[in-house]
Nanobody
Framework: QVQVVESGGGLVQAGGSLRLSCALS????????MHWYRQAPGKQRELVAV???????NYADSVKGRFTISGDNAKRTVYLQMNSLKPEDTAVYCC??????????WGQGTQVTVSS
């Protein structure tokens, strides 16, 4: 059975940094993509960052230059380094892995709160 466990998150002042981690365990052949999403109260879920198996990355405009996605395929772990945090970054953050055989596995979500 495939499981995804997130860690990190918490409360930080504006301008601060946090690092989220997300680890996948279980029987899969390979990881094709790693995603980070977030959802703030009353807002739609937003795709924040993507990393493919080739190492290419893509970011939402709202986080470009501040957030960095990285991954360790051998450890089946993805990270999101968040710097220069703003109150509008407050949300529940979730990771997701797209795998072979095809699967889309999600973490449980972790709260990030940025105080002004």
């Amino acid at each position: 059975q495939v499981q995804v466990v997130e860690s990190g998150g918490g409360l930080v002042q504006a301008g601060g940094s946090l690092r989220l981690s997300c680890a996948l365990s279980g029987s899969i052949f390979s990881i094709n993509e790693m995603h980070w999403y977030r959802q703030a109260p009353g807002k739609q879920r937003e795709l924040v960052a993507v990393m493919t198996s080739s190492g290419s990355t893509n970011y939402a405009d709202s986080v470009k230059g501040r957030f960095t996605i990285s991954g360790d395929n051998a450890k089946r772990t993805v990270y999101l380094q968040m710097n220069s945090l703003k109150p509008e970054d407050t949300a529940v953050y979730c990771c997701a892995f797209v795998t072979t055989p095809w699967g889309n596995y999600w973490g449980q979500g972790t709260q990030v709160t940025v105080s002004s």
